[in-house]
């Protein structure tokens, strides 16, 4: 039986990931912290082990008889930019730096972000080749993370998967569009140009999380090499009015209107949601770097690579994943 440990097992995506784990027979061991809210993990038949990724060793322990280490924790939102660095960069040199310490390097694969990447530019999908531009300290942060991942590759065999955004059963983030069509009937966008966006729901980017670390390319350590880094993705692109009209079919407000809020608007609330998270000590969802993205343009990205690499297949459209994410959400009473 194979091995695997997922850091971020308790947050959104690595839930999935366990669930998806354990489905294909593996035994699974989750790194929590002593605050962790493992009851999410409850019922399911997986190990944990105490560890934090701001401490190597106790990284080094979890790690030990593990074949593949699944790199999720990270930090998507915080009140200060030095938060997400030292998570999302100093985190994922912790994890590389502890795999190459053992006697025998488990896979690593390490989830990043397309802000790591940076915008697209116009309707064209970001691929691996394009240079990389982040524009949010998020992104930098992610792109940190990958280039600190870089310097262990000629020891720890390791794959980077930057998907777009991630929405599914129990998100938090995406969940918030949801809920204002469904409440209010309309679909906000940030300005008025219908910029284009990528997405993938958490199961299968879980499946190419799995598939990047049975048959992806590694990372080489050259860094102008993208060699071992791949997006993941749905294959269909939308734009704010698609995706608010689609959310709008799924939760029963068909009629849902579109409505464009000025940049300066989207400014003045980003500032005011920083200032409030700022007094109430933890992140808001919308904030200034989040609206440095939103500003930036259109975010979609193409999984080619990675479907021509290892076989990934999203198991359903967009639309049909959105529809089951509103049902879920509408059976949990969430909405
Ligand atoms: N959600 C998206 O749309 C999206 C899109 C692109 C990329 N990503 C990336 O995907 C990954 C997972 O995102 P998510 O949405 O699932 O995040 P999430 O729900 O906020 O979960 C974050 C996870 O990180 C863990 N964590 C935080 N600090 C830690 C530390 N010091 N040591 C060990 N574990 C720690 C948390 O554990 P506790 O339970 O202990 O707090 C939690 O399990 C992140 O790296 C994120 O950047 C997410």
């Known amino acids: 039986m194979r091995h695997a440990l997922v850091t971020g097992a308790t947050g959104f995506i690595g839930r999935h990931l366990v669930r998806r784990l354990l489905s294909e027979g593996m035994a699974v061991k989750c790194l929590v912290r002593p605050q962790s809210r493992v009851e999410h993990l409850d019922g399911q038949d997986v190990a944990f082990v105490q560890g934090d990724v701001s401490d190597t060793s106790s990284l080094q322990r979890a790690m030990q008889d593990v074949d593949v280490v699944y790199h999720l924790a990270g930090l998507t939102k915080s009140v200060s930019s030095r938060d997400l660095m030292e998570l999302n960069h100093k985190g994922t040199r912790n994890v590389s730096l502890a795999c190459s310490r053992l006697v025998s390097q488990p896979t690593l694969v390490v989830v990043s972000s397309l802000a790591a990447a940076g915008p697209s530019v116009g309707s064209q999908q970001r691929v691996e ?92 350590g050259n860094v102008e090499d993208n060699a071992g880094i791949y997006f993941a993705a749905c294959e269909e692109v939308m734009t704010y009015s698609d995706l608010g009209r689609l959310i709008g079919d799924c939760v029963g407000r068909p009629h849902a209107r579109m409505v464009h809020a000025p940049m300066l608007m989207v400014w003045g609330l980003a500032l005011g949601c920083d200032l409030w998270s700022r007094i109430k000590k933890s992140p808001t969802l919308f904030n200034l770097d989040k609206a440095r993205e939103a500003a930036a343009g259109a975010w979609a990205c193409s999984a080619d690579k990675l479907r021509s690499h290892t076989g990934f297949e999203p198991a359903m459209s967009l639309e049909n994943r959105l529809r089951q994410t509103a049902e879920w959400y509408i059976q949990e009473k969430w909405l």
């Open 129 to 220: 080749a394009d240079e990389v531009n982040p524009v949010s300290h998020y992104g930098h942060s992610k792109r940190a993370g990958e280039l600190a991942a870089m310097e262990f590759a000629t020891e720890v065999p390791t794959t980077i998967v930057r998907p777009p955004i991630v929405m599914g059963e129990y998100d938090l983030d995406v969940f918030q569009w949801f809920q204002m069509v469904r409440k209010f009937g309309f679909h906000l966008a940030p300005g008025f140009v219908n910029y284009h966006y990528s997405m993938i729901h958490a199961d299968d980017l879980a499946s190419a999380l799995i598939l990047a670390a049975d048959r992806g390319g590694r990372l080489t």
